[in-house]
Every structure is written in C-alpha cells, then in structure tokens.
C-alpha cells in the first residue's frame, strides 16, 4: 500500500449513528492521515493534501463483515451455480448440461459446484445418480451452507476415498477442501477472482473483514497484500490444527501480520456443531423429521472437555476464539466453556438460541457474530425443522436489548458480501412478499447499522480513518418497512476510504 499522506474531505457531514436521525449534521472538512481523522471542521485548508470533494454527502464509520471465507468466495465465479435447485434431479441435470457444453480441452478437468441446499428436499442425493450423468470427470458440489460435498466416484476415487452412497458432511467434509485443488483441471483460489471481490466488496462501502477461511489465512494474506491485493482491513482466522504453530510463533488476536497494517491475527475458529440445512445443528429438542435423522437432535462435532481445553490454550495465548454454534444446545455448551475459561470472542450464527442465553451472551461479554442474509434463505426450513421455536431464530432484537454485542457478517458465499443486504434483512425480515418473519426481532436501520460496523459510532478526531460516503443518511425512513429495507439493499456508495486511502470512488 503507497502512502498518499493526507486527504482532505471537502464538504461532509459526520454521521452519529447514537444520535436522532432527524438532526441533520452541516457539512464540515475531515482532514486524514496516518490512518486516524485527525481534523473536523469548517474551511480547513488545504495544506498539501490530496482532496476529495464530499458535495455534503454523508460520512459513517466504514462498514465490516465480520465472517467471510475469502477463498470460497473468490472462486464462487468459477463453480457451477447449484443454488435454488429443489431436487436431486434438478442438481443433475444442470451437472449434465454444463458438461455437455464444455469445450474439448476442458472434458477431462474436474467440475465444482457451488449452492444446493438439501434441507427441503423430498429425498437426500445419492454418488449413483451423479454418476449416471457425469462418467469419469470428477465432480464435487458444495452445499450452500458449506456443511457438506456431493462428490461423484471419480471425485473420491481422485481424492483417495472409499466409495459411499451419500454425501460427505461436516468434521470429515470440511478438510477436504483444502485437497480440492488435487482435482485435475482445479483452478483453486484466483488471484484474479478475489481481487474482483475485493473490488465489489470496497464498492458496497466495506472497509474491512474476518477471514474465517479453512485454510489458515493469515499465512496467505501478508504475500497477497506485498503482490497488490492491498484495499481492506483483514482479521485473519486460524483453525485448531494451527493454534499450536500460532502460539509457537507468538501471536496473538490483533497483532498486526505485515507491514501496512492492514493484515491482523484474528481468531481461533472452532466449529462446535453442523448446520440447519444438513439436520446437524445441535439442538435441545429433535428436528420435525427426527425419525429419519441418525441424529434426531443434530450434533456436537466435538467433547465439551476438547471444545473447553482449546478455549483455554487459545486465551493463555492472547487469541479470541470465534465459535460456530448454530443450534441452542452447541450455544448453551459454548457459552459454558466461555464461562469456564474466561475466553474472549464470539459465538458465531447463534441462529437458534435460548432465551436464558441471549442474556449470558450479554453477561460474558461474548459477541454474536450473525449474518442476517442467512434469514431470508432459512425462514421456510426453520419452519419445517424447528416448529414451534421460530421466534428464537435469529433473535437480533432480543440481543440487542439485553446489551449483546451485535456483530453483521455474511458468511460469502453462502450470502452474498453485501453489508446492505444484511441491513435490510435484519430491518425487514422477509425477501418476498410475504409478512416480515418474527416482525419482534426486526431492527431499526440505526441499530442494523450499528451492527455493520467495528464497534465505531461516529467519526471524531483520532478515531479510523476507515469510512464510507453516501448521498443520504441511510436511517432515515422511506414509506413502509418494506420501502424503506428496499432503499437499504439498493445503497449507492459514493466513496470508501482504508486507513485515510480513497479505494473507491464513485
């Protein structure tokens, strides 16, 4: 990253988002440098900075996803869309549509698919049908939530695996990715595809994220940044076959991991329990359809005596821990390891949550990093699996007035890298005609935004200069719920700038 010394933004109004939205800020000047707002006022001069005329656009706290794996969703352009499909044989036909579309010289490289989701489905996939209509190219399909692989025999015959009938899900699915680049043909991550996504990411206002991906992304992201990949924030994740080289090495959440300062060690990821979409989400009551699960009440995916003794090793050494609990039992134990051991972090979905819970989140000081998005695609599923307890899922509204720390992501790709979908996700609650799903939980755009950020409120005089400009203030209602989440998904960003640098501009 160059350094441009300062920038001066002409004709602003800073943003509070504690303070009442009808009071409409008068433009002032920021002055940036060395990564902080270091002037606000009326008339600054402009003393060799670089300047950007702001023409009284509104200025807020740059906007955060705060869960993302990076490689997916830089590659999520170069896998077949499986999304939206209902059936096995849906996902198969479109499988042998695209192979019979590929050029000659590609037959032979291994196709990824990206999308389906198998919770509604009359019947689970089957390796035989996949086969039927793809031979001996390798094929795999990642579900859409990420909790399992659909991999035809050439797939698992590459990958070094014994034939099965069914797919490959959670703790034995999720090392597999990091072997998908072994598939003949496999394009893996591209450099060009995640700078894309970078691109379209700094576009939506996005001044930074957490980096969940599997393969350990703080050993990737110093050389991505030194070879120009250089437009955000990155909190970088570790898994626990890491933690013990990440305490070898020293380092601890927040250290910075090269150079500009945008690369931090982030995290220990752990991942507690499955998802809503395998049926393996753990829970405290079994699932609608327990009768034709192996595990009628999902699963942990790990001891509670494992899951305490890595929350533990991973405090002694200065990390926070970020840990995937979707189902309100994996919530529960998490929050007692978090209890027990002091840690420091989150609990990241926390899609179905006891009430109880919702206020030992508050009491420990864990955060809820939850992505909103995911509502819109979970409404009818949670309908069908966990009837009777839908007004526990997704219980933005409740945390918030219990003090929890509410923390927007997206999870990319399973939702979209969009900070204003989330947004109107979580003011509106719906996606379609329908009525806003547990309209108790909604939020206003104020407290949604206030979720989209890095725990800044405001831009003052030393705080980041890691900021978004729009052409309106973005809390202020339009019409009905509907109009006004509508107004939130179609945002228009004018400018976003990192550490005082102007990435995008419109």
Known sequence: MTDTGSTLLRAVRPVDLCADPRTVPAPVDARLADGRITELGPDLPTAGSDVLDGGGGWLLPGLWDHHVHADQWGTASQRLDTAGTTSPDEVCTRVARHLAGRPAENAGDALQGYGHRTAAWSRQPTVAELDAVSGDVPVVLISGDAHHGWLNSAALRHLGLPPRTGVIAEEEWFPLFLRLPE??????????????????????GVVGMVDMEFTDGFRHWPARVAAGLDLIKVRAACYPPALAEVLLAGLHTGQ????????EMGPLKIISDGSLSTRTAWCCEPYADAAALPDPYGRANLPADELYDLLARATAGGLEVAVHAIGDAAIHRALDAFAETGARGAIEHAQLIKDSDVSRLAELGVRASVQPAHLLDDRDVSGQCWPGREDRCFAFASMLRAGVDVRFGSDAPVSPLDPWLAVSAAVHRSADDRDPWVPAQALSPTDALRCSTDGVDAPVVGGPADLVLLPYDPRTTVGSTAETAARLRDTRVLATIVTGRVVHQA
Do not use: K, Y
Not at 183 to 204: K, M, N, Y
């Open 256 to 263: 910075p991991l090269e150079p500009s300062g945008l690369i």
């Open 183 to 204: 598939l003949p043909g496999a394009a893996g991550l591209s450099r060009a595809g995640l700078s894309t996504a970078l691109h379209d990411a700094v576009r939506r």
